[in-house]
């Protein structure tokens, strides 16, 4: 009986746990979507136009403060988190080839 009422007390903080987070998820989405809103209202003369992508490209690219870096990163862990493990492997020797690379062959060179 003793482990019975344990395991109830278990699966009940389990769920109420899961629902929390739930209830954040839902948070978060709906502050995220409020976000590209505002974004479309303040970056664009025409808002019914622009899409949802083209508020969020702005949205990260603010947030990272214009940085590749940072801004790949973002796409990275976007695809990562969809699945598109192969893309990334590609895009990742991409970034590398074509930014960290040639910014590597410029500092050798004496550029900026």
Sequence with gaps: MKNTNTENRN???EA???SIQDKKNE????MFKQA???KKETAFVNPETATDEEALGILISQ???WDGKKIFDTSYNAFEDSNFHSF???FEKLWTKEVVYK???KLIKGGN
């Design 11 to 13: 699966q009940t903080t």
């Design 16 to 18: 109420v746990e899961i």
């Design 27 to 30: 948070l978060a989405m709906d």
């Design 36 to 38: 590209i809103k505002l």
């Design 63 to 65: 947030f990272a403060k």
């Design 88 to 90: 990334n492997e590609s």
């Design 103 to 105: 910014n590597y062959v």
